[in-house]
T-cell receptor, first 115, second 110 residues
């Protein structure tokens, strides 16, 4: 079974530019999550999709961040316009249905650097 | 708001020297406590889920335990390949997000 994949692995952009991150969850996982780790801090939740619907977006920092999951498969996270404080590692995770455990499996992350 | 505190921040062990990592938490209505391992440049790798106080789980040299306030990850006779950052996270209440601690960086010297 293929794991969670993320693209790109690294991205370096100038302040004010736009960047789009992509996440492909494990096949059959309805739940998809985005997290972020900024330098020196813990991993923090951004938002949660159930299929194509946003279940919880309480962690999204501001309206410069837009997440989509069309068709309930892969997801994109767009940052527009990017600011210096957006630098960090963005992780995507997926999990099966809520019954039973909520074990979330993480992708390798996208390291975003905003200059 | 859910909170997770891990200690120590860093731990150096000699190969074969057993020890424990601590994860203290506060959460409203624990759904699960999770342990992950993270290697440099990689995403967190799932290790264990614990659901209720008194529960224990084992995997090779690792054993995780849970009380109402904290969890321990016991490492028995560690090897250099156990070197990694170990992350603790909780999920509680009516949502499904994980709240992470900052992690413990474990280094096992040969």
């Amino acid at each position: 079974e293929a794991g969670v994949t993320q693209f790109p692995s690294h991205s370096v952009i100038e302040k004010g530019q736009t960047v789009t991150l992509r996440c492909d969850p494990i096949s059959g996982h309805d739940n998809l999550y985005w997290y972020r780790r900024v330098m020196g801090k813990e991993i923090k939740f951004l938002l949660h999709f159930v299929k194509e619907s946003k279940q919880d977006e309480s962690g999204m920092p501001n309206n410069r961040f837009l997440a989509e999951r069309t068709g309930g498969t892969y997801s994109t996270l767009k940052v527009q316009p990017a600011e210096l404080e957006d630098s960090g590692v963005y992780f995507c995770a997926s999990s099966r249905h809520f019954t039973g455990s909520n074990e979330q499996f993480f992708g390798p992350g996208t390291r975003l650097t905003v200059l | 708001e859910d909170q997770v505190t891990q200690s120590p921040e860093a731990l150096r062990l000699q190969e074969g020297e057993s020890s424990s990592l601590n994860c203290s938490y506060t959460v409203s209505g624990l759904r699960g406590l999770f342990w992950y391992r993270q290697d440099p440049g990689k995403g967190p790798e799932f290790l264990f889920t614990l659901y209720s106080a008194g529960e224990e789980k084992e995997k090779e040299r690792l054993k995780a335990t849970l009380t109402k306030k904290e969890s321990f990850l016991h490492i028995t006779a560690p090897k250099p390949e156990d070197s990694a950052t170990y992350l603790c996270a909780v999920n509680g209440g009516s949502n499904y997000k994980l709240t992470f601690g900052k992690g413990t960086l474990l280094t096992v010297n040969p």
